[in-house]
């Protein structure tokens, strides 16, 4: 409970601390507007870390963000938006593919996953593409629990631990994450397997 307490004494890494950083970090990601900069906020317990939008593609660079002295979490602009030129297309790939790919310091990555849709197209699009760049696991997150039934939610987790079981072998099937950020559902879970996630 001491950790969680550190944790949530956040704040907005400055770019020196980032370079050198040997914090362990731990990275969102997730289709534009499934919640990830909402989450982060929650996650934090402080409304304005990360800037939300209902407009999705808000988020366009990596933001990171200091957890007390235990870690690092990275906020990433999400996929599955329609971007307007094809060349901001290939900057976000070569931003994430290289984050990804090459980030010694990154320990896990979380993938967020609306809860009412489960795996779209752009998902697993994505999860290829990040299959092929890193070997890290990932752990994967349902986020907007709020908007489904139990009965609903229920499903939805088996049909995505199936997918990921028979098509991401970089993918943590043992369990699925589910959270709100409007109600704190799932939340505490969230941050205690972050803080164990980086060997707290
Ligand atoms: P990008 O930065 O575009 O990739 O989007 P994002 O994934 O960071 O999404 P963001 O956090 O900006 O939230 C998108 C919209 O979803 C906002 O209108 C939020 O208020 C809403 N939202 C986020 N989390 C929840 C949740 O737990 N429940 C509900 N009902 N709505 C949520
Ligand atoms: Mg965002």
Known sequence: ADEIQKLRDRKRAKEHEIKDSTLPEIAIVGRSNVGKSTMLNTL??????????????????????????????????????????????????????????TRKSLKRIYVMIDARHGLKVADKEFLTMMGATSSKKFQVVLTKCDLVSPPDLARTYMVVQEELKKSFRNAMTDRILMVSSYTGAGMNTLRKDMLFECGQ
């Open 44 to 101: 934090t317990e402080s409304p304005n870390t990360a800037r939300v939008s209902s407009k999705p593609g808000l988020t366009r660079q990596l933001n990171f963000y200091r957890c007390g002295d235990k870690f690092v979490v990275v906020d990433m602009p999400g996929y599955g938006f329609a971007f307007a030129k094809e060349e901001d297309k290939t900057a976000w790939k070569e931003l994430i593919e290289d984050y990804l790919g």
